[in-house]
Each structure stands twice: as structure tokens, then as C-alpha cells.
């Protein structure tokens, strides 16, 4: 008992001097002030602004209004609602490559240029994402005293091209559907730097896209003939362009696809109704352009980005279907492939 009483009257004293020493500390130093920025009431930290998720997009072309959509969701902040900062990247015709290896989790091509990376003895895993626009804008032009109605005006003429197997798979499949003799067309690849130039120096006729090439005779007051390239055969109508990704992304991000095409989709919708918008949007990434050139042309895509869809982006499996038996009949795939898995509507918003 005895030595509990001393073993309690120690214990009292310590806790005695405990209280005296606090006492002290409180009289002669304030109390530590509280970093309201370290957390809230609860001790919860705050971890400060979130930092967008940077992504490149690889541009299949220099700035056009094919990417008009694009450029107008990041400048309007679409990509930023979405947590994405996108950094357009022209690739030097290697768009392919970086989407295929991740350099670019994003990028714009063909649809041919999808099958045939798909078909290749490498196997590039890309899938396009979403159609920019509805139906193939292509075809044949040539100026109006060089009297091209057909493609059986081909014959004796000369054509000026990029020297690919498939813009000579479509001359003969147009000529072949009007008995003409493709032996007799000269075939050049293009030296000049645009259409106008190359139809003025050295060519009758070329491959060119409306939206752009098309739009801009119209502008320069250069008349031409034109033959689209599904009037003879509908299953030239394809995709061009289409938004692709790689199947990494697909299987280990599809939450990313989901929220880039979401702000590009409204970046799209956004420059149907803005047309001059999106010009301003454009301009700012490439000044250099032509401005009258670039209106008209918008004013013209805008009603091929939906068209006849139910909504911007979605793609019908028998274009890619039709395209991908045509292609293989005339020799420009490797190999036979499933067209669906080329493709997918099912991150469209």
C-alpha cells in the first residue's frame, strides 16, 4: 500500500509539472496558425487545381477544314471540359506510324489507308473512331476545254497523280464500267504544286477532293468538269477522312476515346453553325491560309459532316464492307481482313 501511495503521489507530480509547463507555453507563445490551404476542417488535403491529361493528335495533312471541328474544340474549351489538353502535331504523311506505336493516341486517315494498314503483312492495329464526313467528296477534274465528260474521255488524255496503286485502281474501274481502254491514258506523277498549276503545266485531268481542291477552282474562277467517283461505281463511296486510334487505347483507355470524341464532336457541330468560327479557329493554327478559300470551303463541308447520319461520326458497316471487296478485287490490300473490325461506332457520344 504503501508503495502504491508513493507510486500515485510520483504520477500526481508528473502530471502537475506537465500541466505547468503547458500552462507556460501558453502564456508566452500564440498558438500555431493553421494553413487553410493544407486541408479543410476535416484534415482533408487539397490537392490543388487537376492538371489536364495531355494527348497528341496526329494531323494527316497540313491545317485544313477537314480539321476545322478539332481546332475549334480546343480553342472553344471543349477539351478542357473534358480534362484533355490536345496538341495537334503535322506528321509528315507519317500518321500511321505514330498512332500505330503510340507516339499519338489520336490522328486523321483515309479509310483506305486504315484497311490497308490492317491488311499489311505488320498487322497495324489502328481503328478509325468516327467518319469527319459522310460520303467520299472525290473524283476526277479536269478543265472545261479539255471537254472530260466521262471516263471514256480519258483515253489520249494525261494524268497527273501521286503515283499509288489506288488512284490507278480507281481510272480503271471508272473506265472499265464505260468499256474504255485505260492502256490509252497517260499516266504522270505530279510535279506541280496544286491542282490549277498542274492542269496548266503539264496534265488533263486529276484526283481531287471537292471540299478543298474543288471549292478553291470555284474560287480562283477556273471552271472544270467533274466526275465523282461513286456515280460510277457506288462502292467508291467511301470515308475520307475518319479519326482513328490504336487497339491499346481501345482495350486499356476507352474512357479517353469517350472524352475526346465528345468535345470533338461538339467542335464539329460547332463550326456547322459558326462557319466563320471555325475559319477564326484554323486561322489562328495557320495564318498563312487563304481565308476566302477557307469559308467557302466550310460553308461546303458543313453540310457533308452529317448529312444523311443520325449523328456526327457514325459509320455503316457496308461502306466499309463494299470498299474493302473493292479494294481487294483490284489488288490494293495485302490480304483479306474483317472490315468490322476496322472500325467502331461504339465511343461516339
Known amino acids: 500500500m504503501k508503495n502504491i501511495g508513493k507510486n500515485f503521489i510520483v504520477i500526481l507530480l508528473i502530471l502537475a509539472m506537465g500541466l505547468l509547463v503547458v500552462g507556460c ?23 490543388g487545381p487537376v492538371q489536364p491529361e495531355k494527348i497528341i493528335f496526329a494531323l494527316d495533312w497540313t491545317p485544313n477544314t477537314n480539321h476545322s471541328g478539332l481546332y475549334l474544340a480546343a480553342q472553344q474549351g471543349f477539351y478542357a471540359e473534358e480534362g484533355l489538353e490536345v496538341l495537334f502535331q503535322e506528321s509528315d504523311m507519317n500518321f500511321i506510324e505514330m498512332v500505330a506505336t503510340e507516339s499519338a493516341s489520336f490522328g486523321m486517315a483515309g479509310q483506305e489507308q486504315v484497311l490497308q494498314a490492317r491488311a499489311s503483312s505488320a498487322q497495324i492495329p489502328i481503328v478509325a473512331v468516327a467518319a469527319v464526313i459522310q460520303h467520299n467528296t472525290s473524283g476526277f477534274a479536269s478543265p472545261v476545254e479539255r471537254n472530260i465528260k466521262s471516263p471514256a474521255d480519258f483515253e489520249g488524255m494525261t494524268y497527273s497523280g501521286w503515283g499509288t496503286e489506288l488512284e490507278l485502281a480507281f481510272i480503271k474501274t471508272l473506265m472499265e464500267k464505260v468499256n474504255a481502254d485505260y492502256d490509252q491514258v497517260n499516266i504522270i506523277n505530279q510535279s506541280a504544286s496544286n491542282f490549277i498549276a498542274s492542269m496548266e503545266m503539264e496534265a488533263d485531268f486529276a484526283w481531287i ?11 480562283q474562277d477556273y471552271p ?92 455503316k458497316p457496308e461502306i466499309w464492307s463494299n470498299f474493302k471487296d473493292w479494294m481487294l478485287e483490284h489488288n490494293t490490300l495485302e490480304s483479306d481482313l474483317d472490315a468490322s473490325a476496322a472500325f467502331s461506332n461504339e465511343y461516339l457520344p
Open 25 to 47: 507555453q501558453s502564456a508566452d507563445t500564440p498558438p500555431e496558425s493553421i494553413d487553410v490551404s493544407a486541408g479543410d476542417e476535416n484534415g482533408v488535403t487539397d490537392p
Open 209 to 219: 477532293y471537292w471540299g478543298w481542291d474543288g471549292v478553291n477552282t470555284e474560287v
Open 224 to 315: 472544270i468538269d467533274f466526275i465523282l467517283l461513286q456515280d460510277i461505281d457506288p462502292r467508291l463511296d467511301f470515308y475520307s477522312p475518319v479519326l482513328i486510334t490504336n487497339e491499346t487505347v481501345i482495350s486499356e483507355n476507352p474512357e479517353l476515346i469517350e472524352r475526346f470524341l465528345r468535345a470533338t464532336a461538339k467542335g464539329y457541330q460547332l463550326a456547322i453553325e459558326e462557319p466563320e468560327l471555325a475559319v477564326d479557329a484554323i486561322m489562328a493554327a495557320a495564318p498563312e491560309l487563304d481565308e476566302e478559300l477557307l469559308l467557302k470551303s466550310q460553308i461546303w463541308l458543313n453540310d457533308q459532316y452529317i448529312d444523311d447520319a443520325p449523328r456526327w461520326g457514325e459509320m
